[in-house]
């Protein structure tokens, strides 16, 4: 069963006051019987988010929001891998984040933010949340303490996805319409740098930043939003924070920075269309989805060099590594599988039918599962990583379930 | 041996005074452990290990055959992460009663520059009597984690200090060495209770 039944004057002081708001977010409770078995998928058509025991592979509940959110943070303490007790939900059509206690699994709070947060990022004290909205060039940095917006950072070229240093004083911002990394101060919301990406050999021929020319496509075209993206299709970075990457899939390179000091390590040449690049749990490789030609790179972290180019499927939307990292889930939404990759000899050594289109995935804190969202049936594939098989088909999860986010996902201390 | 007072201020050393990373530890899987089954490519967990226990007697994986082991990884500066897992076990353990006894729960140190046998006899003696502490040369160490897939990575910080960066789970094994099943840092107690009762 979810949660536990505190008692009600505990839970009108944690819901109706600034000091126990403030209370939930320095003091991680240990809500819904362990957050992390439970694994929380969002909705294209409704704004319940269903909830997902993962002991049982059953559905426990659901989530009800007020309207659909277009992304879920479940944040946890860096430290500790440990739940902060609350959840976040970003929300398009009033352009706010909403805050869910989850202990009650009650709205606590919306913060607005006045244009569309598309991308949300938390810092590692669990204070701080960075919010873009690429259409208005903007990203809103938001105090959950204080529940409002601090600064906005404006002027930026598409930014969208982001990742904070590792001290939480800078954040970086991959912008989609222009070849470059935005570097932000968090206390001061104030661009401090520019870091250009892509082929360092080559420059724009109009001088027009991601316009390249001379056989470089000038960009692709997202298939979900239709956009143009000239710049950085993609920005994550390595678990325990000190390296980011920056994809740019116009000219199918990697960009490795050193999230210390804001300096371009490398630049790696990938297969075509990087569209996606995730560094396992342990830091030690960097895998990435190559969508142009349906290849797999997989980077040594160690060397920084391409180590294995690999077959994969067309349009792959993410990987989940589990299984002591020796193993990655890589779903393909146009074949209607799951490809499972050694990462110890890079591989496909598994491929596993789905009923219908994968969406994203999520592994398990430890390592066992990978859950992905079939939006095109309500269901959620279970697959048993260690024995890389589907061992289950969760039905009527919702109407089009797209995502899965579970807290702690990771089992490493840093 | 240097140890951390508080969370706050490693936490404060490591961010601000950051500046240097280098590496330690394997950081490249065992290749040999691997098997097929059908058409599934199995990755074992856990095998041989020549260590020193916290009293200072060299022992094996094979000295501990007849009891399930519960091993985790970490060091004795660990600011968080070891001194909880090692409560969790602890309450783990009071819970199985009298079952304990069957159980011998092994706390390895990925730092045996500092974790001497007798600084982790201190370290250990916070916690359940049954814990026993293990440490080694370098490369017995290594080797430990290298069965287990415990990944670890050295961070030195400009004052000379280090911090390791370190895989969190914790491993159940059968009274014959085989890998049984391991438990994600935070996993309640009794919920780990229940499934090591259920293994017997």
Same mark, same amino acid.
């Given at each position: ?165 590792? =001290? !939480?004083?800078?954040?970086? @911002? ?5 070849? #470059? $990394?935005?570097? *932000?101060?968090? /206390? ?104 142009? =030609? !349906?290849?797999?790179?997989? @980077? ?5 060099? #391409? $180590?294995?180019? *690999?077959?994969? /499927? ?101 | ?200």
């Amino acid at each position: 069963m979810l949660g536990r039944a505190g008692p009600t004057t505990a839970v009108a002081v944690r819901v109706g006051t600034m000091a126990g708001f403030l209370l939930a977010v320095i003091h991680p409770v240990a809500a819904l019987d362990d957050v992390r078995r439970y694994v929380f998928v969002p909705d294209r058509a409704t704004s319940e988010v269903a909830i997902i025991d993962t002991e049982s592979d059953e559905l426990e509940t659901a989530l009800r929001l007020d309207q659909i959110p277009n992304q879920l943070l479940l944040p946890t303490d860096a430290s500790t891998s440990r739940p902060l007790g609350f959840l976040l939900a970003s929300n398009t059509v009033d352009d706010s984040i909403a805050v869910v206690d989850l202990e009650t699994l009650a709205m606590v709070r919306r913060i607005e933010l006045g244009d569309d947060p598309d991308r949300m990022e938390i810092d590692r004290d669990g204070e701080i949340v960075a919010a873009s909205s690429v259409e208005a060039g903007k990203v809103f940095l938001v105090s959950l303490r204080h529940g409002r917006v601090l600064r906005t950072v404006s002027g930026l070229h598409g930014p969208d996805t982001m990742v904070f240093g590792p =001290d !939480g004083k800078l954040l970086y @911002v991959g912008n989609l319409g222009s070849a #470059e $990394v935005s570097v *932000i101060d968090v /206390a001061s919301g104030q661009v401090v740098g520019e870091i250009p990406i892509g082929p360092t050999d080559r420059r724009p021929a109009s001088g027009r930043i991601g316009a390249y020319t001379a056989g470089d496509r000038m960009g692709i075209v997202d298939p979900g939003t239709q956009r143009l993206i000239s710049g950085v299709v993609n920005l994550s970075r390595t678990s325990f924070g000190s390296r980011g990457f920056a994809s740019h899939a116009a000219s199918d390179t990697l960009t490795v920075i050193d999230l210390r000091t804001q300096e371009k390590v490398k630049t790696l040449v990938l297969g075509d269309v990087p569209f996606r690049t995730y560094a396992t749990a342990d830091s030690l490789q960097l895998i990435s989805l190559n969508n142009g =030609d !349906g290849t797999i790179s997989v @980077v040594s972290m160690r060397t920084l060099e #391409e $180590v294995a180019r *690999i077959r994969g /499927a067309r349009d792959m939307t993410g990987v989940n590594t589990g299984w002591f990292e020796t193993t990655a889930v890589i779903p393909s939404r146009a074949e209607n599988k799951a490809l499972v990759v050694d990462l110890t000899e890079p591989g496909v050594i598994a491929e596993i039918p789905l009923p219908s289109s994968p969406e994203t995935g999520v592994t398990t804190p430890d390592g066992t599962k990978v859950y992905i969202a079939l939006s095109k049936t309500a269901q959620v594939a279970v697959i048993d990583v260690s024995k890389q098989r589907l061992v289950k088909v969760i039905d009527g999860v919702g109407k089009e379930p797209w995502g899965l986010y579970m807290a702690g996902a990771i089992a490493y201390c840093h | 041996m240097k140890r951390s007072t508080s969370t706050t201020a490693l936490a404060t050393v490591a961010f601000f005074a950051l500046t240097t990373l280098s590496t330690g530890g394997p950081g490249v899987y065992a290749e040999s452990k691997i098997s097929t089954i059908g058409s599934a490519k199995v990755f074992h967990i856990g095998g041989p290990f020549e260590l020193i226990d916290h009293s200072g007697r060299a022992v094996t994986d094979e000295f501990y055959r007849g009891k399930y082991l519960l091993i985790s990884f970490g060091y004795t500066s660990c600011p968080d992460i070891c001194p909880t897992t090692l409560l969790e076990i602890s309450m783990t353990l009071d819970r199985l009663g009298v079952d304990a006894r069957k159980i011998q729960p092994l706390f390895i140190t990925l730092d045996p520059e500092r974790d001497s046998p007798q600084v982790l006899a201190e370290y250990v003696a916070n916690f359940h009597p049954q814990i026993s502490g293990l440490t080694g040369t370098a490369d017995q160490v290594a080797a430990a984690a290298k069965a287990f897939r415990a990944y670890y990575r050295k961070t030195v910080l400009t004052d000379g200090d280090y911090v390791l960066d370190h895989s969190t789970i914790t491993f159940l094994m059968a009274p014959d060495g085989r890998y049984l099943t391991h438990f994600a840092f935070g996993t309640p107690p009794e919920i780990m209770a229940r499934r090591i009762k259920n293994r017997f």
